[in-house]
């Protein structure tokens, strides 16, 4: 804009000055001549007063060198010529200043010699007699004029165009500094009263802009806030893989260390076939779903289509780990439920048909079905732990919380299991005090008898068992410690498992559910179960639970 003022400014100040240049010369021109018509006409007078007087010897005598003196008879006839000879030149009755002295008693004319970028000046007066007495006076044209000026007027043409300069430029950046210190953000008031209009449109749309920045912002917040919390990944693209938006998510399921470069393209996080498939899927406008070659990922592609074409596509990573494991988990536990069932069922029908053939002696009879009522009580204590576990993954039963006696809980259940650790040999102690908790009392006991029977269980003969019993700031807590032949590191974190044994070839006469049930009971009560164990010195098997309130 300073530019564009510069160059108007300029402008007219350089025509202004030509203008005024060339009418000041033109002025000057129609001064001059007629001044120079003003003295010929007092020359003409004097001559003529002279010619009158002294008759033709007068012309004779001085007349002025630089004026051209003509005495032209009334028909016309030249009678003298100061220049030249009068028997010559053509008859001048039809000259223009010639003839306005024979009928109004002077004349003037101006004719211009374009040869000799001339002009001369004539004035004609017209005697007693009748005649005409005639100067004619040479002056330069204008533009001669101005050729032998040159000079000078050049100067001043180039003083003034410099001047014009140093004025434009002042005047250009005085007009522009108050338009350049106009704050764009908050444009309180206009330099100018002609910027007013502007300046109210631009504090308007500075405002509509702070409004959708400031509803951009909020999206983009909530968008961060929702996309960043997901455990699933996130991943927009473009039509050419590029990749738009993702979460953190994204990067951590595909393996991904450090944020996306921009125009990174998608298939550059993961080269697995299957995520290939549905990018390109997707990008072809057909959903794709695909489950990646570690099994733990399951990739959803869909495409994003606008204006009825696809512009780029959404990519969902999902975790699906966990249900791998846990469908993983419902096929072993039903392959083990087959398993467990199985035995006990073979055992059964095994022992009846023998009895039905009549294979067994009448002696032999109370043994074989001593045998039946022991695999249908092992049958029946499974499925009541199979049951115990379902009620748990449930929720848990229906029984109302109360405060439980951990020290009492304990005393009821090594008492029930006294015959059986003196058909082990196996030593019980019970130590500690009264340990209030908050929880449902059938889980409560589940939890202490699964611990203790399992510390009876799975120890040598001989050996001891241990029960502590204690309250303190953490919570209420029990501690089951034996000698048996302990877990090893590997095995500690399974045994939590349904079915799951350490020893495979001793069961122990267990269903291989005690300390799973012992898991999810303070799961529900929200417990915390720990386990200490060293191979061949035996386990201790912790159980904290949360503080009674007041």
Request: charged share 25%; aromatic share 6%.
């Amino acid at each position: 804009m300073k530019r564009q003022i510069f160059r108007a400014i300029l402008t007219v100040a350089l025509a202004v000055l030509l203008s005024g240049v060339a009418l000041i010369m033109g002025v000057l021109c129609g001064y001059f001549q007629d001044r120079m018509t003003a003295e010929l006409a007092k020359s003409t007078a004097y001559i003529a007063h002279g010619l009158e007087t002294q008759g033709r010897a007068y012309l004779t005598g001085g007349l002025p060198r630089d004026s051209r003196v003509t005495w032209v008879a009334a028909d016309g006839t030249v009678l003298f010529d100061s220049r030249e000879d009068p028997a010559g030149m053509e008859n001048h009755a039809g000259r223009e200043e010639i003839r306005d002295a024979l009928l109004l008693g002077h004349g003037a004319a101006v004719r211009h010699s374009d040869t000799l970028s001339q002009k001369t000046v004539y004035y004609a007066l017209r005697l007693e007699d009748g005649s005409v007495l005639r100067l004619a006076e040479t002056q330069y044209s204008l533009w001669l004029l101005l050729l032998q000026a040159m000079q000078p007027v050049a100067l001043v043409v180039l003083l003034a165009a410099c001047l014009a300069l140093w004025l434009a430029g002042r005047v250009s950046r005085r007009l522009v500094e108050p338009i350049n210190a106009i704050d764009l953000d908050e444009p309180d008031s206009a330099a100018y009263e002609e910027l007013a209009p502007l300046v109210g449109r631009l504090r308007s749309q500075n405002l509509r802009i702070r409004r959708q920045v400031a509803d951009l912002r909020r999206q983009r917040e909530e968008f961060a806030a929702i996309t960043e919390n997901m455990s699933e990944g996130l991943l927009v693209i473009d039509r050419e893989t590029q990749v738009l938006s993702y979460n953190t998510a994204a990067l951590r399921l595909l393996g991904v260390e450090g944020p996306v470069e921009a125009g990174e393209s998608v298939l550059a996080l993961d080269r697995e076939a299957g995520f290939r498939r549905c990018v390109e899927e997707a990008l072809a406008g057909r959903r794709r779903e695909e489950l990646l070659g570690d099994l733990c990922r399951r990739v959803l592609a869909s495409p994003v289509e606008q204006d009825g074409a696809v512009a780029g596509a959404v990519l969902l990573v999902l975790d699906v780990t966990e249900r791998e494991q846990r469908e993983a988990l419902r096929r072993e536990f039903t392959a083990n439920v087959s398993h467990e069932l199985k035995t006990p069922l073979t055992a059964i029908l095994g022992t009846a048909e023998i009895l039905e053939n009549g294979l067994v002696k009448p002696g032999d009879i109370p043994h074989f079905a001593g045998n039946i009522r022991r695999e249908a009580q092992r049958l029946i204590g499974l499925v009541n732990d199979i049951i115990k576990l379902s009620r748990l993954d449930e929720g848990g039963p229906t029984a109302q919380w109360e405060t439980v006696d951990l020290y009492r809980t304990a005393e009821d259940v090594l008492e029930q299991l006294r015959p059986a650790a003196e058909r082990k040999q196996v030593t019980v102690t019970l130590e500690g005090g009264a340990a209030p908790v908050r929880g449902v009392p059938q889980i409560v006991e589940e939890i202490v008898y699964n611990l203790c029977d399992n510390a009876v269980a799975y120890n040598r003969i001989g050996g001891s068992v241990a029960v502590t019993v204690s309250a303190g700031t953490e919570g209420g807590r029990i501690a089951v410690s034996d000698t048996g032949t302990g877990i090893p590191r590997e095995a500690r974190e399974r045994v939590f498992e349904r079915f799951y044994r350490v020893d495979k070839s001793h069961s122990g006469g267990g269903t291989g559910l005690g300390l799973s049930i012992v898991k999810h009971g303070a799961a529900y009560l929200g417990a915390r179960v720990e386990l200490d164990s060293e191979p061949g010195r035996g386990s201790t098997f912790t159980v904290t639970f949360p503080p009674v309130g007041p």
